[in-house]
């Protein structure tokens, strides 16, 4: 690896009205490096990023190409001195091609030869050992393929920086390391890639440097094999690991002893099979299995999110019907959906209108909850769930990811629900983030609320869960508890074995 300084970013300051999100931040990229850019939510990560790509303006600093200063004042500026971005939602148009997509709003304009750019996205996918065709729809292609697109667009384009934001978050082991191979070989082509991730295991198998930064500020700069994992989380919490220990201790591993509150029987959607299911009160279990084997789909079956073409529905020993959601709700159920963006948060209403918004609705929008006990119920949970925010009224879509699903969080525990469901709900956020859900959920169960668990991270299922039902093809192939608890048996049942 060189060590040439391929950017540099100096002094940076940025304040927006009652924060401060970066001061005097340093950082900086080198020729055929992959560096990780790590902190936890609002630590200053994408602000960062955006003064890099022209979105935002740094109230103080400098920036460095090669060598030379350079003034970047929009994205368009980014892109001309060789700074591409690829974001964790794909960008691109799923209706048109894979070279449409690559060369869109590029030379040429509607005047464009549709088979001199077919062969030439074919030359550049193959180059780079994409597995895609410039003819196909990219919306035929996999999420990990439109991201490798993405970037082959941005190599089209001679980028020399890299930014690579969330790519893996919704991709399974396969199409990562596909992603990790090409970022491989552009690296070893000389592109500086600056890689943002949650994912630590991630960071430690294909990133050469980490930068850490927190409260806005710059913590270090440190060679990756020199700074243990252990090392990494308490810099980017600015704390010790002992709150991580303590939640190891007090994992939710015992059998509940409380009566079912839930439990379905034949339940089926038009996304999933039959299943039966049930949960006790202040019990903590979840579904695990690979991406696609049912897991969302059950949970949403359950409650009356997809529409229910089956099966019978018991609360508290009363058959009950859900077909809707506001029947869910109605019946003590709250959802905290696995995609916050398009299922959770409305991101042009404020924090206050978003908390508010699931009990708005169960009372009915004839009883509108008023401005002062809006402001109230906002304030509260802001305050104890800890929600980074400069004020109430501020637009929920301007916060981080993490303080983005704080929010949502607030809205179902403003109904006191008696069984909570939550699907990835620590998906995309940080290392303390994860922590503060990971507890509450144990507070909650320990209050009586049955919550219904369902995590990527299978460590993470562990050390909440006290019961798994394993998912494959849409089927619940086992369930685990007491001592078939550990990841080993989860592996095993659900590439097909039996539980020991």
């Given at each position: 690896?060189?060590?040439?300084?391929?950017?540099?970013?100096?002094?940076?300051?940025?304040?927006?009205?009652?924060?401060?999100?970066?001061?005097?931040?340093?950082?900086?990229?080198?020729?055929?490096?992959?560096?990780?850019?790590?902190?936890?939510n609002g630590a200053g990560k994408s602000t960062l990023i955006k003064i890099l790509t022209g979105v935002y303006q740094m109230d103080e600093g400098n920036v460095y190409v090669d060598g030379e200063a350079v003034a970047i004042h929009s994205?368009?500026?980014?892109?001309?001195?060789?700074?591409?971005?690829?974001?964790?939602?794909?960008?691109?148009?799923?209706?048109?091609?894979?070279?449409?997509?690559?060369?869109?709003?590029?030379?040429?304009?509607?005047?464009?030869?549709?088979?001199?750019?077919?062969?030439?996205?074919?030359?550049?996918?193959?180059?780079?050992?994409?597995?895609?065709?410039?003819?196909?729809?990219?919306?035929?292609?996999?999420?990990?393929?439109?991201?490798?697109?993405?970037?082959?667009?941005?190599?089209?384009?001679?980028?020399?920086?890299?930014?690579?934001?969330?790519?893996?978050?919704?991709?399974?082991?396969?199409?990562?390391?596909?992603?990790?191979?090409?970022?491989?070989?552009?690296?070893?082509?000389?592109?500086?890639?600056?890689?943002?991730?949650?994912f630590l295991e991630q960071v430690y198998e294909v990133s050469d440097r980490i930068t850490v930064l927190r409260n806005g500020e710059l913590v270090g700069e440190y060679l990756t094999e020199d700074l243990p994992q252990v090392q990494l989380?308490?810099?980017?919490?600015?704390?010790?690991?002992?709150?991580?220990?303590?939640?190891?201790?007090?994992?939710?591993?015992?059998?509940?002893?409380?009566?079912?509150?839930?439990?379905?029987?034949?339940?089926?959607?038009?996304?999933?099979?039959?299943?039966?299911?049930?949960?006790?009160?202040?019990?903590?279990?979840?579904?695990?299995?690979?991406?696609?084997?049912?897991?969302?789909?059950?949970?949403?079956?359950?409650?009356?999110?997809?529409?229910?073409?089956?099966?019978?529905?018991?609360?508290?020993?009363?058959?009950?019907?859900?077909?809707?959601?506001?029947?869910?709700?109605?019946?003590?159920?709250?959802?905290?959906?696995?995609?916050?963006?398009?299922?959770?948060?409305?991101?042009?209403?404020?924090?206050?209108?978003?908390?508010?918004?699931?009990?708005?609705?169960?009372?009915?929008?004839?009883?509108?909850?008023?401005?002062?006990?809006?402001?109230?119920?906002?304030?509260?949970?802001?305050?104890?769930?800890?929600?980074?925010?400069?004020?109430?009224?501020?637009?929920?879509?301007?916060?981080?990811?993490?303080?983005?699903?704080?929010?949502?969080?607030?809205?179902?525990?403003?109904?006191?629900?008696?069984?909570?469901?939550?699907?990835?709900?620590?998906?995309?956020?940080?290392?303390?983030?994860?922590?503060?859900?990971?507890?509450?959920?144990?507070?909650?169960?320990?209050?009586?609320?049955?919550?219904?668990?369902?995590?990527?991270?299978?460590?993470?299922?562990?050390?909440?869960?006290?019961?798994?039902?394993?998912?494959?093809?849409?089927?619940?192939?086992?369930?685990?508890?007491?001592?078939?608890?550990?990841?080993?048996?989860?592996?095993?049942?659900?590439?097909?074995?039996?539980?020991?």
């Amino acid at each position: 690896m060189q060590e040439r300084a391929l950017l540099e970013m100096r002094g940076i300051k940025k304040r927006f009205p009652g924060v401060r999100a970066l001061h005097n931040v340093d950082f900086t990229l080198r020729k055929g490096e992959i560096h990780a850019l790590m902190g936890e939510n609002g630590a200053g990560k994408s602000t960062l990023i955006k003064i890099l790509t022209g979105v935002y303006q740094m109230d103080e600093g400098n920036v460095y190409v090669d060598g030379e200063a350079v003034a970047i004042h929009s994205p368009q500026d980014a892109q001309n001195t060789g700074i591409s971005t690829v974001y964790q939602e794909i960008t691109l148009c799923p209706n048109l091609t894979v070279a449409e997509n690559m060369f869109i709003g590029r030379e040429g304009g509607a005047f464009v030869n549709q088979k001199e750019y077919r062969k030439r996205a074919d030359e550049q996918l193959q180059n780079l050992g994409i597995p895609a065709r410039g003819a196909q729809m990219l919306g035929s292609c996999s999420l990990a393929v439109q991201q490798m697109v993405a970037i082959a667009r941005a190599v089209d384009m001679q980028c020399k920086v890299l930014i690579l934001d969330e790519p893996t978050s919704s991709l399974d082991d396969k199409e990562v390391n596909m992603l990790f191979g090409l970022m491989r070989d552009l690296k070893s082509k000389g592109v500086g890639i600056i890689f943002v991730t949650h994912f630590l295991e991630q960071v430690y198998e294909v990133s050469d440097r980490i930068t850490v930064l927190r409260n806005g500020e710059l913590v270090g700069e440190y060679l990756t094999e020199d700074l243990p994992q252990v090392q990494l989380v308490a810099k980017m919490m600015g704390k010790s690991l002992d709150e991580l220990s303590d939640l190891e201790e007090i994992g939710s591993r015992e059998a509940v002893a409380g009566e079912v509150f839930y439990e379905a029987e034949g339940l089926a959607s038009e996304e999933t099979n039959p299943f039966n299911f049930s949960i006790r009160k202040g019990e903590v279990n979840g579904f695990t299995g690979l991406l696609g084997s049912g897991r969302s789909e059950s949970v949403r079956a359950i409650f009356g999110a997809d529409k229910v073409t089956g099966g019978k529905v018991n609360i508290n020993g009363k058959e009950v019907k859900i077909s809707r959601p506001i029947d869910a709700m109605k019946s003590g159920i709250g959802y905290l959906a696995e995609d916050r963006k398009r299922d959770g948060i409305i991101a042009d209403l404020s924090v206050r209108e978003n908390i508010i918004l699931a009990l708005q609705v169960m009372n009915g929008f004839f009883k509108p909850i008023s401005r002062s006990e809006s402001e109230a119920f906002a304030d509260e949970y802001i305050k104890a769930l800890k929600i980074k925010t400069a004020s109430s009224e501020t637009p929920v879509g301007s916060l981080s990811g993490g303080n983005q699903q704080k929010v949502i969080l607030a809205r179902w525990l403003l109904t006191h629900p008696d069984y909570l469901i939550l699907d990835e709900p620590t998906r995309g956020i940080d290392v303390g983030t994860k922590l503060e859900i990971q507890k509450l959920v144990l507070q909650l169960a320990k209050e009586g609320v049955s919550v219904t668990f369902i995590s990527s991270e299978v460590e993470e299922m562990l050390r909440t869960c006290s019961r798994l039902i394993v998912m494959r093809d849409r089927h619940i192939v086992g369930e685990l508890k007491g001592q078939d608890l550990n990841q080993a048996q989860v592996m095993k049942t659900i590439a097909g074995g039996e539980a020991e």
